[in-house]
Nanobody, 115 residues
Framework: QVQLVESGGGLVQPGGSLRLSCAAS????????MGWYRQAPGKQRELVAA???????NYADSVKGRFTISRDNAKNTVYLQMNSLKPEDTAVYYC?????????WGQGTQVTVSS
């Protein structure tokens, strides 16, 4: 059984920064993709950023230049450094792991950007 445990959400002022972490445990093959999605109230869940085990990254246009995704393969952990946060970044952020043909989700962590 694979589990994803997220941490690092919270309340931050516009222009501030937050760092999200997600640790995966269980039966995880070394070749996989880890990422972050977000869902704002009344909107569909959308991809924020993803990173493959070989290091290739993918970002939503709305976060390019502000967010950075990274991972520590030895710890099966993915990070999302979020800088220059905007009110429109407010959402529940979900960690995602795709390994072989299976997809796993974390429980979600709230990020609120407000003055």
């Amino acid at each position: 059984q694979v589990q994803l445990v997220e941490s690092g959400g919270g309340l931050v002022q516009p222009g501030g920064s937050l760092r999200l972490s997600c640790a995966a445990s269980g039966s995880i093959f070394s070749i996989n993709v880890m990422g972050w999605y977000r869902q704002a109230p009344g909107k569909q869940r959308e991809l924020v950023a993803a990173i493959a085990s070989v290091g290739r990254t993918n970002y939503a246009d709305s976060v390019k230049g502000r967010f950075t995704i990274s991972r520590d393969n030895a710890k099966n952990t993915v990070y999302l450094q979020m800088n220059s946060l905007k009110p429109e970044d407010t959402a529940v952020y979900y960690c995602n792991l795709v390994v072989v043909s299976n997809t796993y989700w974390g429980q979600g962590t709230q990020v609120t950007v407000s003055s």
